[in-house]
């Protein structure tokens, strides 16, 4: 898998090689000349805040503490990555979820974490749901309170519907993310799709799917 580092919306900025950023094409494609790793430890590193730079007539920060003159051009974004595979995945399980959700120790908060290999994992606290750039995250949950019974094996008693809202919802993600190669994405709401449908939409993308670098 490579990883690209970018900067979200609202506009899009993906970097490159030489140290300059370019505004990411609709179809979202790698290039030769943008920067790409497989290590998330080195993407991690170069998301450090404090960045502040020119881009076509606009300030672009990220969370600098820069003394910046505040103006209509300037915008406080944040890092976010891309991601790019050579071999299809596995989908996520159901049963797999399940047995992350029942190893949850309900003292901490916890958040309800996919990622890029399809697993779900339980991940305490995450600053109250605020991550840094994470790649390793296709969708994160919003976080389940200490105290409120969501993790556990008390949470899976008389629960039936929620679990299968969770999945359903993750699995939505997922089958997205094959499009918009968009890692970290924040789930916060269920989703309507049905999950025959969901299912029957992945097996399409497998289908015509190729490597992407």
């Known amino acids: 898998m490579l990883f690209t580092l970018e900067i979200e919306n609202p506009l899009d900025l993906?970097?490159?090689?030489?140290g300059s950023w370019r505004i990411i094409s609709e179809d979202r494609a790698i290039m030769d000349f943008d920067f790409a790793t497989e290590d998330i430890e080195e993407i991690k590193?170069?998301?450090q805040k404090g960045l502040c730079f020119e881009f076509e007539g606009k300030t672009i920060?990220?969370?600098s503490d820069k003394n910046v003159v505040m103006h209509e051009n300037y915008l406080n974004l944040s890092f976010t990555s891309s991601i790019f595979r050579k071999l299809f995945p596995n989908?996520?399980?159901y049963n797999q979820m399940i047995q992350a959700i029942s190893c949850g120790n309900d003292s901490y908060n916890n958040t309800l974490i996919l990622n890029i290999f399809g697993d779900f994992e339980l991940r305490r606290d995450l600053n109250g749901g605020i991550v840094g750039n994470d790649p390793s995250i296709v969708a994160r949950h919003d976080p389940f309170l200490a105290g409120?019974?969501?993790v556990g094996l008390k949470a899976l008693q008389g629960r039936r519907d929620w679990l299968e809202d969770l999945y359903r919802t993750s699995l939505k993600y997922w089958k997205d993310h094959f499009v918009s190669h968009r890692t970290q994405e924040h789930v916060n709401h269920i989703v309507d799709d049905r999950l025959e449908d969901i299912r029957r939409d992945l097996e399409k993308i497998k289908e015509t799917w190729l490597p992407e670098y």
């Open 14 to 18: 993906r970097l490159q090689l030489d």
């Open 45 to 47: 590193s170069k998301s």
């Open 61 to 63: 920060s990220i969370g």
């Open 91 to 93: 989908n996520p399980n």
């Open 148 to 150: 409120n019974g969501y």
